[in-house]
């Protein structure tokens, strides 16, 4: 069975500054497809970003891009020039890419905290 | 166009009781998930529905749990009697049918469901 590892419960960050989020996963397919969402506080999570497993390019939505790094099974999240608005539970999923299952895996999160 | 709607917000019962929640996807949305986060831990996968009919209902946990999406429109989760171990934020998903590909789970806020 897949499952995904997030290592850093609470992260903080300088607003405007950088912050990168990690992110594992251990799987044995070769096919699969990784994502990034954001549950802000009291709000309805979101999704950041997603990678499919046989790009080889990162993704990357404006101020968040990945470090996908598919032989270490590594899926980090990069978010630049943080903003207030960055504060949320992070969640990082797979899902694989073999039919018939759908459902995505996710690890526990990670805190982030934007300081003014 | 509207998000995916879950009822109620919270939800606190006595051990033994029944709770039955309610999610309603995204208006065209063939594919609805539910999933579960218990304090601390992952968010779980519970089961998935392709309009009425259940595609994988792997992470159910017991027989105690079920799920109905009649009509192919929204969906319940009753749990029944309820347990102690139950507690937690059930979350629903829904997303567009595609062939191919893996599309966007969007999320509904969920339910936090507290037993006593």
């Known amino acids: 069975a897949q499952t995904v590892t997030q290592s850093q419960p609470e992260m903080s960050v300088q607003e405007a500054e950088t912050v990168t989020l990690s992110c594992t996963y251990d799987?044995?397919?070769?096919?699969?497809?990784l994502f990034w969402y954001k549950q802000p506080p009291s709000r309805q999570m979101i999704l950041v970003i997603r990678q499919e497993a046989y790009k080889q390019q990162n993704a990357t939505e404006n101020r968040f891009s990945v470090n996908f790094q598919k032989a270490a099974k590594s899926f980090s999240l990069k978010i630049s020039d943080s903003q207030l608005g960055d504060a949320a539970m992070y969640f990082c999923?797979?899902?694989?890419?073999?039919?018939?299952?759908?459902?995505?895996?996710f690890g526990k999160g990670t805190k982030l905290t934007v300081n003014p | 166009e509207a998000g995916v709607t879950q009822f109620p917000s919270h939800s606190v019962i006595e051990k033994g009781q029944t709770v039955t929640l309610r999610c309603d996807p995204i208006?065209?949305?063939?594919?609805l998930y539910w999933y579960r986060r218990v304090m601390g831990k992952e968010i779980k996968f519970l089961l998935h529905f392709v309009k009425e009919s259940k595609q994988d209902e792997s992470g159910m946990p017991n027989n105690r749990f079920l799920a109905e999406r009649t009509g192919g429109t929204y969906s319940t989760l009753k749990v029944q009697p309820a347990e102690l171990e139950d507690s937690g934020v059930y979350f629903c998903a829904s997303s567009h049918r595609k062939v191919a590909g893996a599309d966007t789970q969007y999320f509904g806020p969920g339910t936090r469901l507290t037993v006593l």
């Open positions: 999923a797979y899902r694989s890419a073999q039919g018939g299952s759908e459902k995505l895996v």
């Open positions: 799987t044995s397919e070769s096919d699969y497809y």
């Open positions: 208006s065209g949305h063939d594919n």
